[in-house]
């Protein structure tokens, strides 16, 4: 089986305790399985700005900010806007910014 992590960080588990009445069974599953928690940091404040100074939304840099700092090698979203800026953006960041469906792993954990 690939080696494969959930990342849960302060943005996500904000998000998910504001809206918990909104959000479906399978937020909570996701965060309950999420094997690593990513802290607040400044160095991810500071990556936050310089992404949105790229042209990020604000809470979007955040997300990708955590990403980076946890060391994860793709960020996965179905925010198109996000990931039309991120293929612009692609040699500045430190993640591969992809659909859901697009991250298929090999039985060694690489991306195919």
Same mark, same amino acid.
């Given at each position: 089986?690939?080696? =494969?992590?959930? =990342?849960? #960080? +302060?943005?996500?588990?904000?998000?998910?305790?504001?809206?918990?009445? /909104?959000?479906?069974?399978?937020? !909570?599953?996701?965060?309950?399985?999420? %094997?690593?928690?990513?802290?607040?940091?400044?160095?991810?404040?500071?990556?936050?700005?310089?992404? %949105?100074?790229?042209? @990020?939304? +604000?809470?979007? %840099?955040? #997300?990708?900010?955590?990403?980076?700092?946890?060391?994860?090698?793709? @960020?996965?979203?179905?925010?198109? !806007?996000?990931?039309? *800026?991120?293929?612009?953006? #692609?040699?500045?960041? *430190?993640?591969?910014?992809?659909? +859901?469906?697009?991250?298929?792993?090999?039985?060694?954990?690489? /991306?195919?």
């Amino acid at each position: 089986m690939a080696d =494969c992590a959930l =990342c849960a #960080h +302060p943005r996500t588990i904000w998000k998910t305790n504001r809206i918990r009445e /909104k959000t479906g069974l399978a937020t !909570r599953l996701w965060l309950e399985a999420a %094997a690593l928690r990513v802290s607040a940091s400044p160095e991810a404040a500071e990556r936050a700005r310089e992404l %949105a100074s790229l042209g @990020f939304a +604000p809470l979007d %840099a955040l #997300h990708l900010a955590f990403a980076e700092q946890s060391q994860a090698n793709w @960020f996965a979203t179905t925010d198109d !806007r996000l990931i039309k *800026r991120a293929r612009k953006q #692609h040699a500045l960041l *430190r993640v591969q910014v992809l659909k +859901p469906d697009q991250l298929l792993l090999s039985e060694e954990g690489e /991306k195919e």
